[in-house]
């Protein structure tokens, strides 16, 4: 649930006040001096964290250093990650006493659609269990770059730990058991069926990365810090900026939270336009057709598959390795079968691939293989029971796709649930 006074802290910052009552809390805890020397120089010929991605500028990326205080309370204790649009820093709340996570969204990089999200889920007042399973947002400001041109949005969230494509690097074989899965689907479904049914949001990014483990003890973030001290993380420093290595956080054990509202959408019916990460598109999204919540389903049966098994359900590639929808749609009729004519109906897109009879055009060829022969880690009435169950999810009509309500009931999902 998000923190009381959220959207109060929003409308303020907005207007560039910054300030808080100080009536009630505790005294602020003074700024932390970190070390000045001590760690490991990178070569400034080598390119590291952020300076990976191929669309890098680092005039986009606001400049952050280990120590620093944004908005007079958030005191930067090390780097947790980077992506194209920002960089995420563990920080040390010095007026709540507390460690936050703060989320450095680069200059071009907009935060409207998450803060409206975000602003409509805190005006839902609901006891679904749900809600426990989402990351509540603590605050948001805005931070100016050093040289007074550009700001940048920073969103402040409270601390989780790995996300789920992390904990898989350290699993053997690189994926999860059968249990793991299980309590992974009825974290992120519970979610789901809050969003869907009482919140009325579609999430629409479902990926590894976006679902990170809860922290059951504090300690592994007082341990982060307290690294910075005994081992400081090695940097590249430059003449406009220092670029940190990321410290990983250990493994936390919490149960997984569904975070990153940044391509939500209120409202769960007749949507438009381009969604979803590429190899986890739904087909009507492919197509340009309208969809609604149930591209959240998909995605929750293409997440599941790529947790549980050793390759890419669909690698939507063609020869030359790029993103090709016929490549992708062929690979989906093997799994799926032929499409329904409802269905191509609902697309003038559907003529480029499949003709009037709903025969394929043979756009790309149609691999020889079938979703049971793809599925290699079970066997018997296991295998049965776990394809039956993602084939609740995997269809190509969305109003076929079953609800994350009745996915959380699933015989395969409460299997060991009540020993």
């Known amino acids: ?7 109060l802290r929003i409308a303020s910052l907005r207007t560039g006040s910054g300030k808080r009552a100080m009536t009630g809390l505790r005294a602020p805890l003074a700024r932390r001096v970190f070390p000045c020397s001590g760690w490991d120089i990178i070569d400034p010929s080598h390119k590291v964290e952020e300076e990976l991605i191929p669309s890098y500028k680092s005039e986009d990326f606001y400049p952050a250093r280990i120590g620093e205080v944004f908005n007079h309370r958030y005191q930067v204790v090390g780097k947790l990650g980077y992506g194209s649009s920002a960089t995420v820093w563990l920080c040390r709340d010095l007026l709540d006493h507390r460690y936050v996570s703060l989320k450095i969204n680069t200059v071009s990089t907009t935060v409207a659609r998450e803060i409206e999200v975000y602003g409509h889920l805190e005006t839902i007042k609901s006891s679904h269990a749900g809600q426990s399973c989402l990351r509540p947002l603590i ?4 931070a100016q770059s050093p040289d007074g041109y550009d700001t940048h949005d920073c969103l402040v969230h409270p601390p989780l730990g790995i996300s789920l494509d992390q904990l898989t690097a350290l699993l053997p074989d690189g994926v999860m058991t059968s249990a793991m899965v299980r309590t992974t689907m009825r974290n992120i479904l519970a979610a789901l069926d809050f969003l869907h049914t009482e919140a009325g949001v579609i999430h629409t990014d479902l990926q590894p990365n976006n679902i990170l483990l809860g922290i059951k003890d504090d300690s592994i973030l007082s341990q982060f810090e307290q690294a910075e ?8 420093v430059l003449k406009d900026r220092t670029i940190y290595l990321s410290r990983p956080l250990r493994i936390s054990y919490g149960t997984p939270v569904l975070c990153d509202l940044g391509e939500a959408r209120v409202g769960t019916d007749q949507q438009l336009g381009d969604i979803m990460p ?6 009507e999204v492919i197509l340009g057709m309208a969809w609604d919540s149930k591209v959240d389903i ?3 049966g293409m997440l599941m598959w790529d947790l549980f098994e050793h390759r890419h359900l669909f690698k939507a590639r063609n020869s030359a390795r790029e993103l090709d929808d016929g490549c992708h749609l062929a690979e989906m009729q093997a799994v799926l079968g032929r499409p329904p004519a409802k269905f ?5 897109r559907s003529n480029l ?5 709903g025969d394929w055009k043979d756009a790309a060829s149609i691999p020889d293989y079938d979703l049971y022969t793809l599925e290699e880690r079970l066997k018997g009435d296991e295998k049965d029971n776990f394809l039956r169950f993602l084939r609740r999810m995997l269809r190509w009509l969305p109003e076929e796709r079953a609800s994350a309500k009745d996915l959380l009931f699933d015989p395969w999902l409460m299997h060991g649930l009540f020993k």
């Open 353 to 357: 691939f499949w003709d009037k009879n």
């Open 139 to 142: 605050e948001v400001f805005q």
């Open 1 to 7: 649930m998000l923190r009381p006074g959220v959207h």
């Open 229 to 236: 001290f005994e081992t400081p993380i090695p940097r590249k």
């Open 278 to 283: 590429d190899i986890y598109r739904a087909p």
């Open 344 to 348: 191509l109906g609902r697309s003038e």
């Open 298 to 300: 998909w995605n929750v």
